[in-house]
């Protein structure tokens, strides 16, 4: 195609495709095909050179069919992943168009092709369901702009042969022989347990069958009658929902409906030949790739809202045949995708679901608390998720160890299936010491107690015998809505949370967003450091508003029943002084408003800004209890991101420093005769609860399902000798007492497991 053609408009690349669809259902043998598709689109794109590239077992692209380069070369060029211009497309699963290709870093030279006479390269990704099948590219002998339509036009192609690939009309990698060997894959744990079942690449719930159109105008009028179909529920939408902020949301996104760039584009890829629902997800695709490399928030943010909006559109126009993929789960499916919302993974049937494996994702990313609450085993960052395994892959997904088991052999199969049947064993065995007391060997109550965060943890907690909820992170629900709940929302959820807690008591954490806790309807600024950031209390304290608004909730919902409010990452007195003159506002108005206060209301405080270890005596003086929230403490205490699998065991929270501390704040809080409790993630390990409970604490938050393996523990466990041992540890130097710690445990036969 020349500059020229590139900018006359599509009707070339509809032929195009539509020649495409044709050779791809033609009788040929796969090679011919190939060839011949590779000859149309060199020809079509006014380019010397077309060549196809597959992913093969071991992450190589290997050069499938070429017009152009020596024939010789097909079958014997292979590129790793990453390596040379196409294993660059590839790894980023970015296109990638340069006019002095040779002049690039990734730029690598293959002699068997005879490539060195061409100048300029466009190349794009053959991608599906996030996943890289392949590269095609064209090269040009003289140095040639290749124009963003054209770009685009060779991504609609792609998009096409990846559908023929997925519909069986062409080989892709899986039929030209991707390896059934069996591979270990790391990964890095999210959550914990074993899964076991079959791959199912994640959709978003869209399946697409017909790519290529016949006739571009009924397709535009298909998009039109769909937008105004979509336009229509959200007029009533907006008509239904009162004054306020549900409202706003409404016309925010309405007006993003309107938005003439996107729907253009939409039109623009019909007019190439696509069907309505391949143009919408063709947009939204490219909408993916944009985002992840922009990194004004309230650019991203708007890109997510219009990404949305395509897959509400893709929903009208499909109708019944766009239902959610989570409805045709296979019995137990283990689910792969590059990254997951916590919404986007309620979708899915749990009882089906058996584990997630994610590309991308970290343990405290929200789609991993939801994960935790529903006892799935979740690993991360295993970036050959989308590459090394296939849809219908039997995996083992090994959350205690970070790593994922494709297609592994009957013998091992056979092995993990036990493993399997011994866990749930295992867990029945637990459930019998649920109303057991949780009183240790020498006679000393402890008080366990689970953290929450949405409404289907409720069940777990009563089910695992907690005595309350020592931690409601407020955030969550928050997390997995579309807009910032109102009043009256918060306040029925509250309420809900309440009454599901059946009477036992709830410490409810008042809103911790910022740092890795994004909300994403809230644009705000991008920051260096999150972590250390507008975060918390301190969002809390500038935007009061938002505060009085949970407060009046949490009010409101108790009616006269007890009620705890806890403040997070509050670092000085003068903070949680004004938290309190907000929260007396707030009473106030509810006394005018003749409501019934909460009896009694009590106030508490995190402890996890090391800066509050310096203010003890006077943070005691003023609240009712304190929870130490050991997992930010130690990030802020050690200067290690929590967030980081790299850092995890880097130091250790069982070391003399942590333990020295632990048991400072203790015997303070006992001086003051104030209660205190620790609520981090690591009150839920069997060992670090121990030392825990030798430093001195009596009542500890976890995540529900640890409930039952800490109070098997303690019920074996003399809390008094320990106490000793602790003393005697504190005062080391070494890195970690994990090891010392383990072997009394072991000595005395307390049960870590
Ligand atoms: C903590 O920091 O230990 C804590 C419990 O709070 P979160 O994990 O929600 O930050
Ligand atoms: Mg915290």
Same mark, same amino acid.
């Given at each position: 195609?020349?500059?020229?053609? +590139?900018?006359?408009?599509?009707?070339?690349?509809?032929?195009?495709?539509?020649?495409?669809?044709?050779?791809?259902?033609?009788?040929?043998?796969?090679? =011919?095909?190939?060839?011949?598709?590779?000859?149309?689109?060199? %020809?079509?794109?006014?380019?010397?050179?077309?060549?196809?590239?597959?992913?093969?077992?071991?992450?190589?692209?290997?050069?499938?069919?070429?017009?152009? &380069?020596?024939?010789?070369?097909?079958?014997?060029?292979?590129?790793?992943?990453?390596?040379?211009?196409? !294993?660059?497309?590839?790894?980023?699963?970015?296109?990638?168009?340069?006019?002095?290709?040779?002049?690039?870093?990734?730029?690598?030279?293959?002699?068997?092709?005879?490539?060195?006479?061409?100048?300029?390269?466009?190349?794009?990704?053959?991608?599906?369901?996030?996943?890289?099948?392949?590269?095609?590219?064209?090269?040009? *002998?003289?140095?040639?702009?290749?124009?963003?339509?054209?770009?685009?036009?060779?991504?609609?192609?792609?998009?096409?042969?990846?559908?023929?690939?997925?519909?069986?009309?062409?080989? !892709?990698?899986?039929?030209?022989?991707?390896?059934?060997?069996?591979?270990?894959?790391?990964?890095?744990?999210?959550?914990?347990?074993?899964?076991?079942?079959?791959? *199912?690449? $994640?959709?978003?719930?869209?399946?697409?069958?017909?790519?290529?159109?016949?006739?571009?105008? =009924?397709?535009?009028?298909?998009?039109?009658?769909?937008?105004?179909?979509?336009?229509?529920?959200?007029?009533?939408?907006?008509?239904?929902?009162?004054?306020?902020?549900?409202?706003?949301?409404?016309?925010?996104?309405?007006?993003?409906?309107?938005?003439?760039?996107?729907?253009? @584009?939409?039109?623009?890829?019909?007019?190439?030949?696509?069907?309505?629902?391949? +143009?919408?997800?063709?947009? =939204?695709?490219?909408?993916?790739?944009?985002?992840?490399?922009?990194?004004?928030?309230?650019?991203?943010?708007?890109?997510?809202?219009?990404?949305?909006?395509?897959?509400?559109?893709?929903?009208?126009?499909?109708?019944?045949?766009?239902?959610?993929?989570?409805? @045709?789960?296979?019995?137990?499916?283990?689910?792969?995708?590059?990254?997951?919302?916590?919404?986007?993974?309620?979708?899915?049937?749990?009882?089906? &679901?058996?584990?997630? /494996?994610?590309?991308?994702?970290?343990?405290?990313? $929200?789609?991993?608390?939801?994960?935790?609450?529903?006892?799935?085993?979740?690993?991360?960052?295993?970036?050959?998720?989308?590459?090394?395994?296939?849809?219908?892959?039997? &995996?083992?997904?090994?959350?205690?160890?970070?790593?994922?088991?494709?297609?592994?052999? $009957?013998?091992? @199969?056979?092995?993990?299936?036990?493993?399997?049947?011994?866990?749930?064993?295992?867990?029945?065995?637990?459930?019998?010491?649920?109303?057991?007391?949780?009183?240790?060997?020498?006679?000393?109550?402890?008080?366990?107690?689970?953290?929450?965060?949405?409404?289907?943890?409720?069940?777990?907690?009563?089910?695992?015998?907690?005595?309350?909820?020592?931690?409601?992170?407020?955030?969550?629900?928050?997390?997995?809505?579309?807009?910032?709940?109102?009043?009256?929302?918060?306040?029925?959820?509250?309420?809900?949370?309440?009454?599901?807690?059946?009477?036992?008591?709830?410490?409810?954490?008042?809103?911790?967003?910022?740092?890795?806790?994004?909300?994403?309807?809230?644009?705000?600024?991008?920051?260096?450091?999150?972590?250390?950031?507008?975060?918390?209390?301190?969002?809390?304290?500038?935007?009061?508003?938002?505060?009085?608004?949970?407060?009046?909730?949490?009010?409101?919902?108790?009616?006269?029943?007890?009620?705890?409010?806890?403040?997070?990452?509050?670092?000085?007195?003068?903070?949680?002084?004004?938290?309190?003159?907000?929260?007396?506002?707030?009473?106030?108005?509810?006394?005018?408003?003749?409501?019934?206060?909460?009896?009694?209301?009590?106030?508490?405080?995190?402890?996890?800004?090391?800066?509050?270890?310096?203010?003890?005596?006077?943070?005691?003086?003023?609240?009712?209890?304190?929870? /130490?929230?050991?997992?930010?403490?130690? =990030?802020?205490?050690?200067?290690?991101?929590? !967030?980081?699998?790299?850092?995890?065991?880097?130091?250790?929270?069982?070391?003399?420093?942590?333990?020295?501390?632990?048991? %400072?704040?203790?015997?303070?809080?006992? @001086?003051?005769?104030?209660?205190?409790?620790?609520?981090?993630?690591?009150? %839920?390990?069997?060992?670090?609860?121990?030392?825990?409970?030798?430093?001195?604490?009596?009542?500890?938050?976890?995540?529900?399902?640890?409930?039952?393996?800490?109070?098997?523990?303690?019920?074996? &466990?003399?809390?008094?000798?320990?106490?000793?041992?602790?003393?005697?540890?504190?005062?080391?130097?070494?890195?970690?007492?994990?090891?010392?710690?383990?072997?009394?445990?072991?000595?005395?036969?307390?049960?870590?497991?």
């Amino acid at each position: 195609m020349t500059e020229n053609a +590139a900018k006359e408009g599509w009707s070339g690349s509809r032929h195009l495709l539509r020649q495409l669809r044709d050779l791809m259902k033609g009788r040929a043998s796969d090679e =011919q095909r190939l060839d011949r598709i590779v000859g149309l689109i060199a %020809g079509q794109t006014a380019a010397e050179v077309c060549s196809l590239y597959l992913l093969r077992p071991g992450d190589v692209l290997e050069l499938f069919a070429t017009k152009g &380069l020596k024939p010789e070369a097909v079958h014997l060029t292979r590129l790793r992943l990453g390596e040379g211009l196409v !294993g660059d497309i590839a790894a980023r699963a970015r296109p990638l168009a340069l006019a002095d290709a040779q002049a690039h870093p990734s730029f690598a030279y293959r002699p068997e092709t005879g490539e060195d006479m061409y100048r300029s390269l466009m190349g794009v990704p053959i991608l599906r369901d996030g996943r890289v099948l392949g590269v095609i590219a064209v090269q040009n *002998v003289q140095r040639r702009d290749y124009a963003a339509e054209e770009i685009e036009a060779l991504e609609t192609v792609a998009m096409v042969l990846a559908e023929g690939m997925a519909g069986g009309d062409l080989a !892709g990698p899986t039929e030209s022989g991707p390896s059934l060997q069996p591979a270990r894959l790391p990964a890095a744990p999210l959550t914990e347990g074993l899964g076991l079942g079959v791959a *199912v690449m $994640h959709q978003r719930g869209i399946v697409i069958a017909r790519i290529v159109a016949e006739d571009p105008e =009924q397709e535009l009028d298909r998009l039109a009658d769909s937008l105004a179909a979509m336009q229509a529920s959200l007029e009533s939408y907006v008509e239904q929902s009162g004054p306020g902020e549900t409202r706003e949301v409404l016309e925010t996104f309405q007006l993003f409906a309107r938005d003439r760039g996107w729907l253009n @584009r939409i039109q623009d890829a019909i007019r190439s030949g696509l069907t309505a629902e391949a +143009a919408v997800q063709k947009v =939204q695709s490219d909408t993916r790739a944009r985002m992840e490399q922009i990194v004004d928030p309230y650019l991203r943010e708007r890109l997510v809202d219009l990404e949305d909006l395509g897959y509400g559109l893709l929903r009208h126009l499909l109708g019944d045949d766009g239902r959610a993929a989570a409805a @045709r789960l296979p019995p137990e499916a283990v689910l792969i995708a590059r990254n997951l919302g916590p919404a986007e993974l309620l979708d899915y049937d749990p009882a089906r &679901l058996k584990a997630v /494996v994610l590309a991308e994702g970290s343990p405290n990313a $929200h789609v991993a608390i939801v994960a935790r609450a529903l006892e799935l085993p979740m690993v991360g960052r295993c970036s050959q998720a989308l590459t090394r395994i296939w849809p219908g892959d039997f &995996l083992v997904v090994d959350a205690d160890h970070g790593q994922v088991l494709a297609r592994p052999g $009957h013998a091992v @199969r056979e092995t993990l299936a036990e493993s399997l049947e011994a866990r749930r064993r295992r867990k029945q065995d637990l459930a019998v010491i649920r109303d057991l007391p949780a009183v240790t060997a020498d006679g000393v109550e402890v008080s366990l107690n689970a953290n929450a965060g949405l409404l289907i943890d409720l069940p777990q907690v009563r089910d695992c015998g907690a005595e309350g909820i020592g931690l409601y992170r407020t955030e969550v629900p928050f997390m997995v809505r579309d807009a910032f709940p109102d009043v009256d929302t918060q306040t029925r959820l509250y309420r809900r949370v309440l009454e599901g807690s059946d009477g036992k008591p709830v410490v409810f954490r008042t809103l911790d967003v910022g740092g890795d806790k994004i909300l994403p309807y809230w644009n705000e600024v991008a920051e260096e450091n999150p972590a250390m950031g507008w975060r918390a209390v301190r969002i809390g304290l500038d935007r009061p508003v938002l505060l009085r608004e949970q407060l009046r909730a949490l009010i409101r919902a108790s009616e006269g029943r007890p009620l705890d409010v806890m403040f997070p990452m509050v670092s000085e007195v003068a903070e949680l002084d004004r938290c309190r003159s907000i929260l007396n506002l707030e009473l106030k108005l509810a006394r005018a408003e003749g409501r019934t206060l909460p009896d009694p209301l009590c106030i508490g405080i995190m402890i996890e800004v090391p800066a509050l270890l310096w203010q003890l005596p006077a943070v005691f003086e003023r609240v009712d209890f304190v929870s /130490v929230g050991s997992n930010d403490l130690m =990030q802020f205490l050690f200067a290690v991101d929590r !967030g980081s699998p790299d850092l995890a065991r880097r130091y250790d929270i069982l070391c003399p420093t942590a333990l020295r501390l632990f048991k %400072g704040l203790v015997a303070e809080a006992e @001086r003051a005769g104030k209660p205190i409790s620790l609520c981090g993630e690591h009150a %839920g390990q069997p060992l670090e609860a121990m030392a825990l409970l030798g430093c001195g604490f009596r009542t500890l938050s976890m995540p529900p399902a640890n409930i039952p393996r800490v109070k098997n523990m303690l019920r074996g &466990l003399e809390v008094g000798p320990l106490a000793a041992y602790i003393d005697f540890l504190a005062g080391q130097t070494c890195h970690s007492v994990r090891e010392r710690l383990r072997h009394y445990a072991r000595d005395r036969g307390v049960i870590l497991d």
